[in-house]
């Protein structure tokens, strides 16, 4: 281990695949056909929620309580990889016939083992880039996408009488 990282040989698609990082994510989705693969970096995993307050009569006593949780649009970004053609066909797809999906992202070890996961309900692309192709400069391209939710905890909401 150089620099406190391990060093990962995955077999993946016919390719193997050598990740000089310690931690990656991976979208694994409902539908396998378009399973996002292996990510650098997530952000936007984070969650709010409302504060109600309510007075009752002319009272100066207030009550507050939690209200609905707020989910915050999350980014992935990785170096553009094989990956990153199947992420364009999804796209695709989504433009030909909008399909919200669930889907799982996964924080993995350097030898790919989950350590931890995130159920996504009910997600879609809202945004997709690319940085900027330059020959002239010896940098990664790097792609970005955006995806909205409609949560990751289970919080559905039941009412019993």
């Known amino acids: ?4 990282l391990s060093t990962a040989a995955r077999f993946m698609g016919g390719f193997l695949e050598i990740t000089g990082v310690s931690h990656r994510y991976l979208v694994v989705i ?18 709010n929620w409302k504060v109600c307050e309510y007075r009752v009569g002319e009272s ?5 309580y939690v209200g609905d949780p ?8 990785r170096a553009v990889c094989f990956d990153s053609q199947v992420v364009q066909e999804w ?11 669930s889907g799982t992202i996964q924080l993995v070890d350097g030898l790919g083992l989950k350590i931890v996961g995130w159920d996504l309900k009910h997600f879609f692309p809202v945004g997709w ?26 919080d559905d909401m039941k009412f019993s009488l």
Not at 1 to 4: E, T
Not at 60 to 64: A, G, I, T
Not at 91 to 101: A, M, N, T
């Open 129 to 154: 880039s690319i940085s900027e192709l330059d020959p002239s400069r010896s940098t990664v391209a790097v792609e970005t996408l955006e995806l909205a939710h409609t949560g990751f905890l289970h």
């Open 60 to 64: 100066n006593e207030v009550f507050s």
């Open 30 to 47: 409902d539908d396998e056909k378009y399973n996002l693969g292996s990510w650098s970096r997530v952000s936007g995993l984070s969650v």
């Open 70 to 77: 707020s989910y915050s649009r999350i980014k992935l970004s």
């Open 91 to 101: 796209l695709c797809q989504q433009v030909e016939e909008y399909r919200p999906l």
């Open 1 to 4: 281990m150089a620099g406190g």
